[in-house]
């Protein structure tokens, strides 16, 4: 099986611009997470999908939205973007839960200049 | 929080020792899960271990739990230069979310 994909891969963007980040999971994976990986806080946890459906949410503000098709493919969305935004994006996949062992993509490297 | 606390936070060891990494967290889990990150890559899933077992084996690495003291160790034995890599635990809990450690960033030297 094809692993997870996200696209684009590398991404720089200015101060209150907006971006789409892409991401599509291994087929027959329903649930799709998203993650913010940065140097001083880690890895944070965004948001989950599944079945269309916003699921569990962590504590970022409402600038950063996301969405899942019926194909379980999903987006992320960052609006008027601040220089705190750069950051390595993961897309994760797992078969039904959120806690189920994860499958990462390569991640997106977003820079906001 | 439940959040995972990986120690130590970094790890130099020689090539062919063996690598151990802990991980503590806070409240009840349903599983515990350890990753490898390559440098700016996606994680690597390694092993998942459930609250109700206390060893799992895979390869060359050990991964054991203690429910009781809140605490996951995990072993690589013989490393090599390939394992250099960040690992991070990551526990799954009641609320059905999953939490991240901050990682060991474990260096083999040749």
């Known amino acids: 099986k094809a692993g997870v994909t996200q696209t684009p891969r590398y991404l720089i963007k200015t101060r209150g611009q907006q971006v789409t980040l892409s991401c599509s999971p291994i087929?027959?994976?329903?649930?799709v997470s998203w993650y913010q990986q940065t140097p001083g806080q880690g890895l944070q946890f965004l948001f989950e999908y599944f079945s269309e459906t916003q699921r569990n949410k962590g504590n970022f503000p409402g600038r950063f939205s996301g969405r899942q098709f019926s194909n379980s493919r999903s987006e992320m969305n960052v609006s008027t973007l601040e220089l705190g935004d750069s950051a390595l994006y993961l897309c994760?996949?797992?078969?039904?839960?959120?806690?189920?062992?994860?499958?990462f993509g390569p991640g997106t490297r977003l820079t906001v200049l | 929080s439940q959040q995972g606390e990986e120690d130590p936070q970094a790890l130099s060891i020689q090539e062919g020792e063996n690598a151990t990494m802990n991980c503590s967290y806070k409240?009840?889990?349903?599983?515990l899960q350890w990753y490898r990150q390559n440098s700016g890559r996606g994680l690597v899933h390694l092993i998942l271990i459930r609250s109700n077992e206390r060893e799992k084996h895979s390869g060359r690495l050990r991964v054991t739990l203690d429910t009781s003291k809140k605490s996951s160790s995990l072993l690589i034995t013989a490393s090599r230069a390939a394992d250099t890599a960040s690992y991070f635990c990551a526990t799954g809990g009641e609320a059905q979310k999953l939490v991240f450690g901050q990682g060991t960033r474990l260096t083999i030297n040749p």
């Open positions: 409240t009840s889990i349903n599983n």
């Open positions: 087929s027959g994976h329903r649930s």
């Open positions: 994760a996949s797992s078969l039904v839960y959120h806690t189920d062992t994860q499958y």
